[in-house]
T-cell receptor, first 113, second 114 residues
Framework: SQTIHQWPATLVQPVGSPLSLECTVE??????LYWYRQAAGRGLQLLFY??????ISSEVPQNLSASRPQDRQFILSSKKLLLSDSGFYLC????????????FGSGTQLSVL | AQSVTQLDSQVPVFEEAPVELRCNYS??????LFWYVQYPNQGLQLLLK??????LVKGINGFEAEFNKSQTSFHLRKPSVHISDTAEYFC????????????FGRGTSLIVHP
């Protein structure tokens, strides 16, 4: 069966510090991968998605970047965090080419102070 | 481009009462529609989806939704809610046959009181 792991679960970082959130998927190959941010009362905002290794599409200009160094690994990064980067970050995957549901990780609560 | 509007940010209801969470969408092409549920401090999980066929879709935990193309709606309903249904509910839409990048609504917080 397929599983998705996302870590850490919570993170408190000072403004200006770097960020690295990691997401890995097991039990499938060539998944589509997604990073969402959920801010209070604002729903889910798609940040990045990837259809293959090294292929990253950005939905909104921002202080964050994403990378996919391996087929089932998706990393969200920042060189210098801003206060506005605080939020709940969710990684998700789905089978490529299939109009099916997204499978979500358990999320990372990021607080930038 | 597609968009989703969840008309209610919060819906309070008493246990065993019926509930309807509203969702309207906008799209110039055919769509797929989804409802997800998020329990506190967790990721989202799929409740139900409409891809094609019958416009009444049944999902997990006793929820159902009806696709109404003329009103561009996909409202979620449950005839009798439980305390455990307290959660955030998200409606999502994606382009049928497209690259599947779903757009989510802002969410509706369902609060079930005893």
């Amino acid at each position: 069966s397929q599983t998705i792991h996302q870590w850490p679960a919570t993170l408190v970082q000072p403004v200006g510090s770097p960020l690295s959130l990691e997401c890995t998927v097991e039990g499938t190959s060539n998944p589509n991968l997604y990073w969402y941010r959920q801010a209070a009362g604002r729903g889910l905002q798609l940040l990045f998605y990837s259809v293959g290794i090294g292929q990253i599409s950005s939905e909104v200009p921002q202080n964050l970047s994403a990378s996919r160094p391996q087929d089932r690994q998706f990393i969200l990064s920042s060189k210098k965090l801003l206060l506005s980067d605080s939020g709940f970050y969710l990684c998700a995957w789905k089978r490529a080419g299939a109009d099916e549901k997204l499978f979500f990780g358990s999320g990372t609560q990021l607080s930038v102070l | 481009a597609q968009s989703v509007t969840q008309l209610d940010s919060q819906v309070p209801v008493f246990e065993e009462a019926p509930v309807e969470l509203r969702c309207n969408y906008s799209s110039s092409v055919s769509v797929y529609l989804f409802w997800y549920v998020q329990y506190p401090n967790q990721g989202l999980q799929l409740l139900l989806k409409y891809l094609s066929g019958s416009t009444l879709v049944k999902g997990i935990n006793g929820f159902e939704a009806e696709f109404n193309k003329s009103q561009t709606s996909f409202h979620l309903r449950k005839p009798s809610v439980h305390i455990s249904d307290t959660a955030e509910y998200f409606c999502a839409v994606s382009q049928a046959g497209g690259s599947y990048i779903p757009t989510f609504g802002r969410g509706t917080s369902l609060i079930v009181h005893p």
